[in-house]
């Protein structure tokens, strides 16, 4: 990914050339390669990389959208009106709350999910097909049946409290309940991905640790755990830049009153409830580096092996 | 020896039962919720205790919910399409050839499937209504495609990779013509991974939500999801809930139909992309 691998890359199919017709196919066989790949290079570029520069651009004016003609430059004053304002610091908070915490749940439920699908006797076909269900569904589908489930006079789980109890109108509950809503969701996706890392632990090395007499706890903890941790922290990367930009289930679940907005719903009610493009802009280049922040902690700090990132084996 | 086996048997069966019902618990109850009568609707109980399907009647008479119907799967299936196309396209090249640039790609993928949507969702609010794309298919399409084109090629590639491609060489050693070989060897081999990579970018589209509430203003371009959420219990209904349920069950009836066909495939396609790259 980086250019000097890129270099070596470029240099690779050149440098064993036999004959002057093989590097001639290996012309051709690049220009092939190129002409596949620049539909897709021209969209993801003109669709991402362009944008994230006009933000950054916006982010650097004040711009009312009720007033587009009064748009002019303020340099940095949108960032430090975000970084000085409460709200920002809130919405971080949670959303880091909630990132951590249900990442944290979803790896042992996960874990516990794939050991089932890997280890189940019969039946397996029919919880992987139950699985995916929840993997499938519709953030918003989801997002709406814990809303009414919880709803008092509403829900099967909201008659289960005691009378007079909102949960969604609370901070803290309301929080646990997206966190809630957030696990149900993704925990098989997680699930799957550990299942594959699973599947890739050779099953003599666990039955090796069985005959010495380990315990099934050890097997999985010094065994099992220590095998699968590419996969683990593949599916721990993937995940925790999913859930910090969480915003379907909050926007269902309680339209982020009461603190329990995360900073995507912030963005979010900055552009289109204040209509100041300038702000949603800033928010929106400071959530993107958020995200370059957690990446690179992945993957230059736990050394997750970014998928494709591996030398190609042709 | 019968008795220990016979516990294990119940062991597996009660797990097994725990991760059925824990996965269809929530899409039975906005189910049950749909089939509730209004006056009963807020008895908070799980089985409805009158069944109809008045809730149902209600939604598909109001073209709110007819035309975000027709607005998600048009969408959807656009984006889908150029999607698998673009993607098929790079991922060959990326399991298949040798050229300079493969890791930039790949890198390049890989920032795109980790961006968070609401960075691009001011600017492209902005750009879309200059372009007069605000709130049409289009506007929707656009982002849908790129921000599944990763998934797109690393799916697709990860499936190339297994393919036997010298059976290519061997049909045509045989005789058979470049178009031959391909439509009697190659295609078929690389059918199930294609399929398998639409099913999930198709998901993929279906689910969003925040593009669909933030780059749409009027049933034009709006899906399902986004409509659901302005669903407003006006005239007909004292409460949404009822509506919102009903619209809920449909827009997930095509993901389990998905689910129940394809369970295998959708497992090695969501896995394969990321163990393998």
Redesign the interface.
Known sequence: ?SPP??ET??A??SAPGRRGELSEG?RQ??????L??A???V???A??AY??A??IY?SLQRYDLRFPDQAHWVGFGNYGAVLTSPFWWQALWVTVLITVVSVAVELVLGMA?AL?MHR????R??????????????????A???Q??WTP????L??LLPAGSAPLTDQWQAIGLIILAEV?KTT??MA??L???LA?VPGETVRAAMVDGATFWQRLWLVILPLMKP?IL??LL?RT?DA??I??NI??LTGGSNDTGS??IL??DN??TALN?GI??A???L??LC?AAI?FLFIKIFGA??????P?R? | MMSHRGR??TG??V??LL??L???I??C??AA?SFKDPST??D???IPREWTWANYRGIFQTSEFTRALVNSIGIAVIATTIAVV??T??A???AR??????????????L?A??????????????ERVLGIFDTWAGLI??Y??FS??LA??TL?AFFREIPWDLEKAAKMDGATPAQAFRLVIAPLAAPGVVTTAILVF?FC??D??FAI?LTSTTAART??AA??FFTGSSQFQQP?GS??AA?VV??VP??I???LF??R??AG????????
């Not at chain 1, 092996?305 to 591996?310: D, L, N, V, W």
């Not at chain 2, 980790?114 to 750009?127: E, G």
Request: net charge positive; charged share 5%.
């Open positions: 990914m691998a890129a890359e470029a690779a199919p290996a066989e690049r220009r092939l390669g190129l596949l790949c539909p897709a290079v969209v993801m570029v669709v991402t944008p994230i006009y933000a916006l999910l089932v189940a006797i019969f039946g076909g029919t919880v992987r097909t139950a699985v995916l269900i929840p993997y499938g569904i519709v953030t918003v589908v989801a709406y049946s814990w009414y489930a006079g509403t829900g099967y909201a008659a149900w098989p996706f799957l991905l299942l594959a890392g890739l996969a593949v599916a993937f830049l910090f930009r915003f379907d926007y269902v900073v995507s963005g979010y552009l289109f493009l949603g802009s928010i929106s280049v959530i993107f995200v990446a092996a970014a998928p494709g990132g591996e190609e042709r | 294990t048997l597996w069966g797990v097994n991760v059925i824990y996965a269809l929530p899409v109850w906005i919720l609707l807020t908070g109980n799980f673009l993607g396209m790079a060959y090249a990326v050839l040798r050229f300079p640039g493969k890791r930039v790609l790949i890198g390049m993928s890989l795109i980790m961006f968070p949507p609401i960075s691009l969702v001011s600017p492209l609010f902005n750009i656009i982002p495609m790129t084109l990763p090629i690393y590639s998901i279906w689910n939500f925040l933030s399902v999801p659901i959420a809930t919102i349920a809920a827009i997930t993901i389990v998905f689910v129940l369970q295998r959708i497992v969501l896995t394969a992309g990321a163990v393998k790259g």
